[in-house]
Each structure stands twice: as structure tokens, then as C-alpha cells.
Nanobody, 120 residues
Framework: QVQLVESGGVLVQAGWPLTLSCAAS????????IGWYRQAPGKQRELVAR???????NYADPVKGRFTISRDHAKNTVYMQMNSLKPEDAAVYYC??????????????WGKGTQVTVSS
């Protein structure tokens, strides 16, 4: 019922910008919140940034002031603009969404991830 497809992950040089996109395909669900998470080798998946259906945003401390999340409701797409990338930002970035069906039940969905590599 829900598919999340990420795009935009590439190899970039430290200090360069990059924008990731997540397109959500929904049938009978509405998005409560959607955001970006990342997982580096040997580390746990962690929140990077997320935005609620009401527009409230939340950022992890390491990316505050550098990353910006936005959502295009008409396109069911969320973006994350990443500026001044650092080597420690390198990870697989996942799009994750909390959705609700028509019966009010909530579900968690994940995309397959997109690799961001930052060279120093």
C-alpha cells in the first residue's frame, strides 16, 4: 500500500551540497510524518531530519544549520537539502514514514535507502 523511493545519493566532495528526494506512493494511507534517517557502517540507524503533516520539523544536532527538510504535499515528496557535507555524513540514507489507514491504525514504512559518500 505504501512505497518510499529515495533518490539523489551520490559521491560528493566534502563541503559540497546535495539534495535527496523521497517519493511516497500511497493507496489508502495518509502520511503523519516523514523524514530521513541514516546508517553508517557499524552504527545504528539514526534520525537526521523529519517533518510532520503539519509542517513541524526536527533535526539531529550534527546536521542543524546544514540540512533542510521540506515536503511537497501535492507531489507526496520530501526533500532534504544538505549543505557543507562532511565525511562523517557518509551513510546510507533512508526515507521513513509513519502513515495511517482509514481505520486510524498507524504503520511504519521504510525505503530501501540511497548511498551518500563524502570524500575528504
Amino acid at each position: 500500500q505504501v512505497q518510499l523511493v529515495e533518490s539523489g545519493g551520490v559521491l560528493v566532495q566534502a563541503g559540497w551540497p546535495l539534495t535527496l528526494s523521497c517519493a511516497a506512493s500511497l493507496i489508502t494511507f495518509s502520511i503523519n510524518d516523514i523524514g530521513w534517517y541514516r546508517q553508517a557502517p557499524g552504527k545504528q540507524r539514526e534520525l537526521v531530519a523529519r517533518v510532520t503533516s503539519g509542517g513541524t520539523t526536527n533535526y539531529a544536532d550534527p546536521v542543524k544549520g546544514r540540512f533542510t527538510i521540506s515536503r511537497d504535499h501535492a507531489k507526496n515528496t520530501v526533500y532534504m537539502q544538505m549543505n557543507s557535507l562532511k565525511p562523517e555524513d557518509a551513510a546510507v540514507y533512508y526515507c521513513g514514514a509513519t502513515v495511517s489507514d482509514r481505520q486510524g491504525r498507524s504503520y511504519r514504512y521504510w525505503g530501501k535507502g540511497t548511498q551518500v559518500t563524502v570524500s575528504s
